[in-house]
């Protein structure tokens, strides 16, 4: 027992020997760069620190002291420390295992871009892609689902644990991937939108636009020229007095009937060609001077007619012409002129070869004196005390001039009596125009009374439909019995205005 005791003795004292002959090592020293302040230097080096402020000086004995000074935010955080010499150091009588560092009180900032924060991409608001499900409920578990791989075993060797070799673009590509998924398992709401909701790129795609080239382009400087106050003058654009306008209509209409049709019947076609135009004086304070000139052309074809392939159902041309000088508010002294003639040939009927009329037979003349009352452009009447009738029949042997009011052994008719003619022009809408003329004549003895409705109705800027209607009352007529005569046309086809 005293053997062991004495063996004991003896290695701790050789162990005390040993420890006390090592050499000590030196004490690290704190090293501190101007910009940076490491506090995890300060813990395996010194036990005190004086910092000196420019106001008071500190001393700072312990490890404890030292974190307590250094970490306050307000006045050593982010501040340029400058060692001391020791050499002041002993001057001061300050012991040799203090080191005296010199804090600045005030620092500038250093000012950053806020493009450059939006150009990191660390700094981007985060995008919500999705979450791939792409998997087989036969084939994976709960553990590949969450974990995103399948798990490993020990029966698979040691190869098979050892990750592959990555090139660094994979190696970031995963790891984005796994922060995403981290963050979306955890911390989903610092996505601030999801993919879907992004706006679309290309709506915002640069397009070439295509046009004119310009060659040369002047500016031009207003030299502080200054016309808030001034007035813009707008050049007034000039309107003659002549106005003209024309238009032009071929309208059809067709039936067909075969031999054998049950009801019977007979086929025919009906063409209808119309030339109009107008030309109009107005020096908008005392005179208007109105000429209008029309020529229809109706030809029709009737079962039946072996004499005549075609016959003229309508076939006029005329030249209305008037004057007026302003009288006052809405009344004109007027005159007008009224010429009216045909150019083909019309029988009394089927399979007949009684004319009715031929060319420029008959020719008839109007011509009245009066007053004229006209209400803006839809309304006019003129008002004739003195009317001069004139009917002149050329042929009177294929033709019977007392259809005319013309006596037998005369081919011409001329008498004086009372007119008035009342004109209606108005648009029921935009593609509905309808047009009346009224004429009424009488001798003080008969009366002569032509209605004239027409109807046009625009289809689109070339078809068009007219209806036309004309009754017509005329006793002046020799050995007939007067009557009401009618004519009514429907047609549809071809028009054109020229303005």
């Not at 002047?218 to 050049?235: A, H, P, S, W, Y």
């Amino acid at each position: 027992m005293k053997i062991k005791g004495l063996l004991t003795l003896i290695l701790l004292c050789f162990i005390s020997k040993i420890i006390a002959e090592q050499p000590s090592e030196p004490q690290p020293t704190l090293k501190l760069t101007p910009e940076i302040f490491d506090t995890d230097s300060i813990l395996n080096s010194i036990s005190g620190i004086q910092v000196i402020d420019s106001d008071s000086t500190v001393a700072i004995t312990s490890v404890k002291d030292t974190l307590e000074t250094i970490e306050a935010p307000t006045k050593v955080a982010g501040h340029k420390i400058a060692k001391i010499d020791h050499t002041e150091k002993k001057q001061s009588n300050q012991s040799e295992s203090e080191q005296h560092y010199l804090v600045p009180k005030h620092i500038a900032l250093i000012p950053i871009d806020s493009l450059i924060l939006r150009n990191n991409p660390f700094f981007i608001d985060l995008v919500f892609n999705g979450i791939k499900l792409d998997f087989s409920w036969k084939k994976s578990d709960l553990r590949t689902l969450y974990y995103g791989k399948p798990q490993a075993k020990l029966s698979d060797g040691w190869n098979n644990h050892l990750p592959p070799l990555k090139r660094v673009d994979d190696f970031i590509y995963d790891l984005r991937n796994e922060a995403r998924n981290e963050i979306t398992r955890s911390a989903v709401n610092l996505y601030c939108t999801t993919f879907d909701k992004l706006p679309d790129p290309n709506k915002n795609k640069n397009r070439y636009i295509e046009g004119t080239k310009i060659d040369r382009v002047q500016f031009v400087e207003d030299k502080g020229v200054d016309t808030r106050d001034k007035k813009i003058n707008l050049q007034k654009i000039h309107v003659g007095p002549w106005f003209h306008k024309a238009s032009t209509l071929a309208q059809f209409s067709q039936n067909y009937i075969s031999p054998n049709w049950y009801q019977g019947g007979n086929s025919n076609i009906a063409v209808l060609g119309i030339l109009s135009g107008q030309l109009i004086y107005d020096n908008k304070k005392s005179v208007q001077w109105e000429n209008n000139a029309e020529w229809r052309m109706g030809f029709n074809s009737v079962e039946g007619d072996s004499i005549h392939p075609l016959s003229t159902n309508d076939d006029v041309f005329k030249i209305n012409s008037k004057l007026g000088i302003k009288a006052g508010g809405n009344w004109f002294y007027s005159g007008s002129v009224d010429f009216s003639t045909q150019f083909f040939n019309s029988y009394k009927g089927i399979n007949s070869t009684d004319l009715k009329a031929s060319f420029l037979t008959p020719v008839r003349l109007n011509v009245g004196v009066g007053f004229d009352y006209k209400y803006k452009k839809i309304f006019s009447i003129l008002l004739s005390p003195v009317s001069y009738k004139y009917i002149y029949v050329k042929d009177t042997l294929r033709l019977n001039q007392n259809t005319f009011g013309i006596e037998k052994g005369m081919n011409y008719l001329s008498e004086i009596g009372s007119s008035f003619k009342a004109v209606v022009s108005y648009p029921l809408t935009r593609e509905i125009q309808l047009d009346s003329k009224l004429s009424f004549y009488t001798n003080y003895e008969k009366v002569e009374i032509d209605w004239e409705i027409v109807c046009n109705m625009a289809i689109n800027r070339f078809l068009s439909t007219r209806i036309s209607i004309n009754p017509r009352y005329d006793n002046t007529v020799i050995g007939e019995k007067a009557g009401i005569q009618f004519k009514q046309l429907l047609s549809v086809g071809f028009s054109h205005k020229f303005n």
